[in-house]
């Protein structure tokens, strides 16, 4: 007879397993649809459509698979933005729609809340979109944003609620939630995300009273030592950093990914620290301090100057990630960095590339990409 610690263990897996699921999205073949026709930036949402392929392929698992992770910077809109666009945030992101959609899964951070409102009484509002926002992250083929960053609370609880239930209803995945790692999953394998904020804005409970995740040492090894049962490669994305006019990594930032890691992470990535840092390691483990912005009316060059992040993996191992220099153009469109400034993008390329090279960690210059190898 089995043991009642046994039991207990099999029981525990079990209810493990049925959570992993609800937070799991799953890879389609109609996201290969989206591949094929990227050059038309207006997609539809194909979100429900592969949750019915998905049904249908639950059960198959590859021996050799390739995936990739596209992940965009943070975007943080409203003000600015909504007026340069007349609300129309559709063509902030017409750029690089053929970039986004060809990954097969794309994650980003959002710091900005949604109402359902047409138009914001106030255009001038920070950080507050209408629900036209919707379709732009439809056409980038998000499938999951994190709302796990310090502006989520400026605004309500009921706001915040009806941003999440906005995103929900578009089948865009809320991650950051408190005790809730996320998955990405192809062929039966899977990429884990544990998503956390700590960057603080008046008190913990701001945020803990609406399911946020707040970075703390002992809640984090506890969702990665789950997300590791459950996954075969985890993620760590951290809301980081001194704030948006400071630039550079802190002795903070490099104290969280090496506990991280040494907590099972096998990679870590952050938002809200500004300005590209060059790729390194810790126990032969990636670290990208931050991913930038996707998209912000902050006018530091610094914050304007991003990269996209296609993380590509063989058989659940990461074998390399392409960095696709952007640039933030009049807080209103988002360009290939080489369509800006051909000249400033290959400087920028160079810098972060070299300073990459120099931490130890193989990088090359191809393609307008940056390309590092592991």
Not at 156 to 175: C, G, H, M, Q, R
């Amino acid at each position: 007879m089995l043991s009642f610690v046994a039991l207990s263990s099999v029981a525990s897996m079990k209810l493990l397993e049925k959570k992993a699921e609800k937070s799991t999205i799953k890879y389609a073949k109609d996201k290969e649809e989206a591949k094929d026709n990227s050059s038309d930036f207006v997609v539809e949402n194909n979100h429900d459509e592969k949750k019915q392929d998905n049904q249908k392929s639950d059960n198959n698992y590859s021996e050799n698979t390739n995936m990739d992770l596209m992940v965009l910077g943070e975007i943080m809109m409203g003000g600015k933005v909504t007026t340069n666009l007349d609300y129309n945030y559709l063509m902030a992101f017409k750029n690089i729609y053929d970039l986004t959609k060809k990954a097969d899964f794309t994650y980003a951070n959002l710091s900005t809340n949604i109402t359902n409102l047409d138009k914001i009484e106030d255009a001038k509002t920070n950080y507050l979109v209408t629900k036209n926002i919707l379709s732009a992250f439809n056409a980038l083929g998000l499938d999951a944003l994190s709302i796990a960053n310090d502006h989520i609370t400026d605004y309500p609880s009921e706001i915040i609620k009806n941003t999440e239930s906005l995103l929900e209803e578009n089948s865009i995945y809320v991650a950051g939630k408190k005790d809730m790692p996320m998955y990405f999953e192809k062929d039966g394998k899977k990429i884990a995300i544990v998503s956390t904020n700590s960057v603080i804005i008046g008190t913990k409970e701001n945020y803990t009273k609406n399911g946020i995740s707040v970075y703390d040492e002992n809640n984090i090894k506890k969702n990665i030592q789950e997300a590791k049962k459950m996954a075969d490669f985890v993620i760590v994305d951290i809301h980081w950093g001194k704030g948006e006019a400071s630039f550079g990594v802190t002795t903070q930032m490099e104290e969280m990914a090496k506990f991280v890691i040494e907590s099972g992470a096998d990679l870590v990535m952050g938002t809200h620290a500004i300005g590209i840092q060059p790729i390194s390691t810790y126990n032969g483990k990636p670290i990208i301090y931050t991913t930038g912005y996707a998209m912000t009316d902050l006018e530091y060059e610094t914050t304007k100057v991003s990269y996209l992040f296609d993380l590509k993996f063989e058989n659940t191992k990461l074998s390399s990630i392409e960095m696709t220099p952007i640039y933030i153009k009049d807080a209103k469109e988002v360009l290939q960095y080489k369509n800006y400034d051909e000249v400033a993008a290959n400087i920028n390329m160079k810098s972060i590339c070299n300073r990459t090279i120099e931490n130890g960690v193989n990088a090359e210059i191809s393609d307008n990409k940056i390309i590092v190898k592991f």
